[in-house]
């Protein structure tokens, strides 16, 4: 069974940069769309960028706005989001998750999840 753990969250100033990473274990990750996701004190669940199982293809919302970047390591077996330009709102617990499959939209029912990992944006 596939698990999925997030690293790389942490406190940083308004501008400043922060790269997540999801490592796979227990199956490899390449024949998995990979979702990153946040959620806010107070807010529902937002998915932030998306990765087609090949790499090739991402998705983001107008929200991240060309500040984050997906991309994946097979040979790791690691999926990273660079983000960039980072601001207040940010500020959310940061998720990776798995879809078997090419593509993960934003209405995905993922199959795996992290627990997740915290990043804190203020000045």
């Known amino acids: 069974q596939l698990q999925l753990v997030e690293s790389g969250g942490g406190s940083v100033q308004p501008g400043e940069t922060l790269k997540l990473s999801c490592l796979g274990s227990?199956?490899?990750?390449?024949?998995?769309?990979i979702g990153w996701y946040r959620q806010a004190a107070g807010k529902e669940r937002e998915q932030v960028a998306c990765?087609?199982?090949?790499?090739?293809?991402?998705d983001y919302p107008d929200s991240v706005g060309g500040r984050f970047t997906v991309f994946r390591d097979h040979a790791k077996n690691v999926a990273y989001l660079h983000m960039v330009r980072l601001k207040p709102e940010d500020t959310a617990s940061y998720y990776c998750?798995?879809?078997?499959?090419?593509?993960?939209?934003?209405?995905?029912?993922?199959?795996?999840w992290g627990k997740g990992t915290p990043v804190t944006v203020s000045s």
């Open positions: 227990g199956e490899r990750l390449r024949s998995y769309a």
């Open positions: 990765i087609s199982d090949t790499g090739f293809i991402t």
């Open positions: 998750a798995a879809v078997k499959g090419t593509w993960c939209g934003p209405h995905a029912t993922m199959d795996y």
